[in-house]
């Protein structure tokens, strides 16, 4: 049995940290007077040189210092704008529009009455426009936003012919166990959205959807902690929200990449985004080819303790899985605007995956005084075909003309997920000598999701807004199974595990979310209320009913205590229901011995968090988090009820699970040349629970340290060296090893800045290789993964066709509307 004794170096220099902070952090809530600096209206107006009022136009208040952005604001049909600044506090205004030149204030310094600006005059010109509002800046990797961070993808070096599982696992606060499931600050239970669209998977068959995906696709991610109500209240440790890209230039352009890559085998990735955007209408689209080999290797010990029809015995096992990877991506869709209040979506998405699999197996059986009991090899050939696609429409109609109206957003998508494996598994026993056994599998899947969703935002007086809606979310999975043996010539079906698996699922959601502003304090109340309706089939067995209706409150609160402080409180309660695959009893086998399989049994989990943020100088951020979830869902591995030596992998519900974790960020800028994201983690884990006759209350600390530093360089030259660390780490009855990478990137801009190459290198140490061991009464399973991620990669890009971005809009339709609300909280 392993030594469960806490280890506290992950967490030592942090306590003293908390001690401090702790004090100023609850201090700061409350609203004294005399800590707080008063704040007066800035007001202005923007015009042309004629003397019209210019709507929509940039207005963003800099600190005169160091010209950080302090706030950004739009002019209103009158061209007016108004900010609410600091007394005393120098800053610097701009002002930037299509067509015209940018605008910048001299130096400002607001009295205590406020400060009434001249008119704004911006003056066309040609020149200056295409100077100014050519896109050539490129965004920091990393962006810390309230409530979550940004990973600007498409400006890494480091993204280079990487997938989008790869990108995520350097991300800030990222990481996956052994069996490739996603957590986010150590915790596990995530919604992912792809353009504001749920993907219904969880574990190996996300990480497999997310491996068909390129980053080439990939405009941004933003990992959400704290995500409002207008979420679904899936993902317990937040969301992770992937945004494709989508041109908003002027005019006919686009942009064409091919990149080549080597690591243990060869990779290539293609691709072509086109965009044509006119006045009223902007048609794009774009196309992603990937073709990529790769190994996953593993090394099992396995221990099974001793039953009434087998002695105690041991075994070791060698997995080596070369597997080709083919996949398609596309997008192509329309935003049209039909009046000045009203504007309509449509898109399409596709994502054609072909996965070819061979797994060589070299298993041996033993007592434990070491004499054998059995040895055999192995060979199984595996063909996945994962075809998907969705269509959404979106309309989103304005009440009035002015930027800040009431609006109504309307969604209406559906997507489909089909996979089909086809397995070939050959075994030869060469002690005992058996005759050679081909067992063979035909598993099919059938998924589709249907959504309607209507969103409404009204504002208030005193600068409050009201945010109400409803979503109706339909899915619905057909899954089948044949399984055939064949020995001697002779070729049997197997009924007792080929069988059909049925499952629908109806959530039906309504919430209502309040944001009010004063000039130090923002305070957004939320409610959401989900009912949910199952139902689950499988062959021979009676029906799983299941019929639910939940509260999910949420609560964020942030304060500007003065120049340099600010604290924000986030409460909330979330839920991760399973998903299909989790409930899905059908087999799916890896090799002769190993299996993964649903459990029709699993409970939905729940969970409560707090959160506490300090932030410094509006960019040194603490935070401080609990949560307590209940009926956690975990993966394990045991001993097969089918008996013998067969074990499944299968994920069951814990009784508890207690989090807490202290987050530490920090960008730095030593030198104008050099930005640095330094992000650390550190959190306690605790799991209580029973399973096979072991009890568990296991608790442990962990820590996960990411670096990334950013170099702009002379002559068109930039470069990237990211590093990353997850410290041994608990997860029920696993417990992992330390691991990490480091990686490398260099990008060449050149024609203008049409064209780029860049270079990247990835976990160029390898050293992102780990061993995990679960530990029970009756079993106990010690497997050590190494991944094809040491990838050297080289891509070229060139981007055709305007330069101009075209005006901002205040708010974006359709199903992105979601996350943009989310983000800007």
């Not at 700061?28 to 015009?47: D, F």
């Not at 290797?297 to 597997?323: E, H, I, K, M």
């Not at 299941?546 to 924000?568: C, I, V």
């Not at 470069?719 to 330390?738: M, P, R, V």
Request: net charge positive; proline share 5%.
């Amino acid at each position: 049995m392993p030594d469960f004794t806490p280890s506290l170096h992950c967490l030592a220099p942090s306590y003293s940290l908390v001690t401090r902070q702790l004090p100023l952090l609850l201090l700061g809530l409350v609203p004294l007077a005399g800590v707080a600096q008063q704040t007066a209206p800035l007001i202005g107006t923007v015009r042309s040189e004629t003397g019209a009022p210019i709507e929509f136009v940039t207005l963003t208040l800099h600190r005169a210092a160091d010209s950080v952005v302090i706030k950004t604001e739009f002019s209103d049909v009158q061209g007016q704008f108004r900010f609410d600044a600091l007394v005393g506090g120098r800053y610097l205004l701009s002002a930037a529009q299509i067509g015209y030149g940018r605008y910048w204030s001299p130096a400002l310094a607001v009295p205590a009455a406020g400060l009434v600006l001249p008119a704004i005059g911006l003056r066309p010109s040609a020149a200056t426009a295409l100077k100014e509002i050519t896109v050539t800046a490129r965004k920091p990797l990393y962006e810390h936003q309230a409530g979550g961070t940004r990973v600007n993808v498409a400006d890494s070096p480091l993204a280079t012919g990487a997938t989008a599982l790869e990108v995520l696992g350097r991300a800030p606060g990222i990481s996956t166990d052994g069996k490739e499931n996603l957590s986010l600050r150590g915790r596990q239970g995530l919604l992912v959205v792809v353009d504001g669209k749920r993907v219904p998977l969880t574990g190996a068959d996300l990480a497999d959807y997310l491996k068909a995906l390129p980053a080439e696709q990939m405009q941004s991610i933003e990992l959400l902690t704290n995500p409002p109500a207008q979420y679904d209240a899936q993902g317990g440790a937040g969301v992770i929200a992937i945004t494709l890209k989508k041109d908003q230039r002027l005019g006919t352009n686009g942009s064409a990449t091919l990149s080549v890559g080597r690591g243990g085998y060869g990779r290539i990735t293609g691709g072509l985004v086109l965009n044509h955007r006119r006045k009223n209408l902007n048609l794009y689209g774009n196309y992603t080819y990937s073709e990529r080999r790769y190994f996953t290797r593993y090394d099992f010990d396995r221990q099974y303790a001793g039953t009434s029809l087998l002695p105690a015995a041991a075994s070791q096992q060698f997995n080596d899985q070369v597997s080709h990877l083919r996949s398609h991506a596309a997008k192509v869709g329309a935003d049209c605007t039909l009046s000045k209040r009203t504007l309509l979506g449509a898109s399409l998405t596709g994502l054609l995956s072909h996965i070819d699999n061979s797994v060589d197996t070299q298993s041996e059986f033993r007592m434990l005084d070491g004499s054998p009991l059995s040895r055999y090899t192995s060979v199984t050939a595996q063909n996945i075909d994962r075809p998907s696609g969705s269509a959404n429409l979106n309309l989103r109609h304005a009440l009035a003309d002015s930027a800040n109206a009431a609006a109504f957003t309307f969604d209406a998508d559906y997507g489909r997920y089909h996979t089909t494996r086809l397995m070939a598994q050959q075994a030869n026993y060469l002690e005992p000598q058996y005759a050679v056994n081909q067992f063979d599998g035909d598993q099919r899947v059938d998924l589709s999701i249907g959504t309607l969703k209507l969103d409404f935002s009204q504002p208030l007086p005193h600068r409050a807004r009201l945010e109400a809606g409803a979503k109706a979310t339909r899915v619905r999975s057909d899954n089948s199974t044949a399984f055939f043996s064949t020995m001697n010539g002779t070729t049997t079906f197997n009924p007792f595990i080929s069988k059909d698996f049925r499952y629908a699922e109806n959530v039906n959601a309504a919430y209502v979310s309040v944001r009010t502003a004063t000039a130090q304090t923002t305070v957004q109340a939320g409610l959401r209320a989900e009912q949910t309706n199952t139902l689950a089939e499988l062959s021979g067995e009676a029906a799983r009913e299941r019929h639910y209706t939940q509260l999910f409150p949420s609560l964020s609160a942030q304060r500007t205590l003065n120049a340099r402080h600010a604290l924000a409180l986030a409460l909330a309660r979330r839920i991760d229901r399973p998903n299909y695959g989790q409930l899905n009893p059908l087999r799916f086998y890896v090799d002769p011995i190993s299996y993964r399989a649903g459990n029709p049994d699993l409970v939905a989990q729940t969970s409560y968090s707090a959160e506490l943020t300090h932030t410094y100088r509006q960019k040194f951020v603490t935070a401080l988090a609990y949560a307590r979830t209940d009926q956690p869902i975990v993966t394990t591995a045991q001993p097969s009820p089918d008996g013998g030596r067969l074990v499944v992998s299968q994920d069951v519900n814990l009784a508890s699970q207690d989090y807490l974790a202290l987050t530490l960020t920090a960008p730095l800028e030593p030198t104008k040349w050099w930005s640095m994201y330094a992000n650390g983690v550190f959190y306690y884990l605790r799991f209580r629970g029973q399973l096979a006759g072991t009890q568990l209350n296991r608790a442990q600390p962990s820590c996960q340290l990411s670096l990334s530093n950013t170099f702009s360089l002379p002559r068109g030259w930039s470069a990237e060296l990211s590093g990353n660390y997850q410290s041994s780490e608990i997860w029920g009855f696993e417990k992992s090893t330390g691991r990490g990478q480091v990686g490398a990137g260099l990008l060449k801009s050149f024609w203008n800045k049409q064209g780029s190459l860049r270079f990247g290198a990835t976990d160029i140490f390898y050293t992102s290789p780990a061993r995990f061991t679960s530990t029970f009464v009756n079993f106990r399973e010690t497997f050590y993964k190494r991944e094809d991620l040491r990838v050297v990669t080289g891509t070229f890009t060139y981007r055709f066709g305007n330069g101009k971005v075209a005006a901002a809009r205040k708010r974006a339709a359709g199903a992105e509307d979601e996350l943009r609300r989310a983000g800007g909280l």
